[in-house]
């Protein structure tokens, strides 16, 4: 579709919010733009020394699957499943199912990929952000023995403040701090010894230094589901030849550093 017609859906679905792509200037308004096109849309930075392209398809995973955003991913999994689900909290935007737990050893657990706190959103080809359970479970008991499931990590569109992205000197960098808070928060999930992540509340410090990317982000936590408490988390990322980012630093420290500190991994 044309840049037109992007900018007046967007208009019609934000308002007076929305500024069309010739009025953006900053970096802040391009990572705005960036997150709300469809996966595979990609522009030049015109506001870049050295405009290049930018695709979003590098930072998201398609497999038939259209307007996936981040964090989004799919993977194919044999039955049985072993997973366990259970219905998001009332309250929540979609609705929908996440992931409990994973049972041990389970097809789930042997992808490296789904972690506890994930978020069902298609079977196949089949909406489920807003199911029940029950239609969820009804799904999957009937679904062919390989199925292509769809998740998400339930984070949406994280706040990073002004001034933290001031710091920063383009977009692809503006991504790359999104990306190590949230393989963080799935190395947190993943964990488990600190409970489930629940929502990273802001960015609150993040940079990028040749090919180690450093953030710093508050996030809140639960361990029943019931009570939450606040973390404050710091992560290092470092960004591999093929283009995918590890973690080798990861810590937090429990109720905004008045606690005590738990470091999960530590960089060798």
Not at 105 to 122: H, K, M, W
Not at 145 to 162: C, E, N, Q, W
Not at 221 to 248: H, L, M, P, Q, W
Request: aromatic share 6%; charged share 25%.
């Amino acid at each position: 579709s044309s840049w037109a017609h992007q900018n007046h859906l967007f208009e019609l679905l934000y308002g007076e919010y929305w500024r069309p792509m010739s009025t953006m200037r900053t970096i802040a308004d391009l990572f705005v733009a960036l997150l709300l096109l469809p996966c595979g849309e990609a522009f030049v930075l015109s506001n870049d020394p050295t405009p290049r392209l930018l695709s979003l398809s590098r930072h998201c995973r398609r497999r038939g699957v259209n307007n996936m955003a981040l964090g989004d991913f799919t993977v194919e999994l044999e039955k049985p499943l072993g997973v366990i689900l259970e219905e998001r909290e009332t309250g929540t935007d979609s609705g929908g199912v996440m992931v409990k737990e994973l049972v041990p050893e389970g097809s789930a657990e042997r992808s490296n990929t789904i972690v506890p706190g994930d978020v069902l959103l298609q079977v196949n080809d089949k909406d489920v952000s807003n199911a029940d359970f029950d239609s969820v479970m009804d799904l999957l008991i009937n679904a062919q023995s390989t199925l292509v499931l769809t998740l998400g990590d339930g984070l949406g569109i994280m706040d990073m403040p002004r001034n933290v992205q001031k710091q920063l000197q383009s977009t692809e960098e503006l991504f790359l701090i999104d990306e190590v808070v949230r393989k963080a928060v799935r190395a947190i999930r993943r964990d488990g010894s600190l409970g489930n992540v629940l929502n990273v509340e802001v960015i609150v410090g993040g940079g990028v230094k040749h090919e180690r990317i450093m953030v710093r982000f508050f996030a809140i936590f639960t361990t029943d589901t019931v009570s939450t408490y606040s973390c404050n988390v710091s992560a290092t990322g470092v960004r591999k030849g093929d283009g995918e980012i590890e973690i080798v630093a990861l810590s937090c420290a429990k109720d905004e550093g008045l606690g005590r500190t738990f470091d999960l991994i530590m960089e060798a």
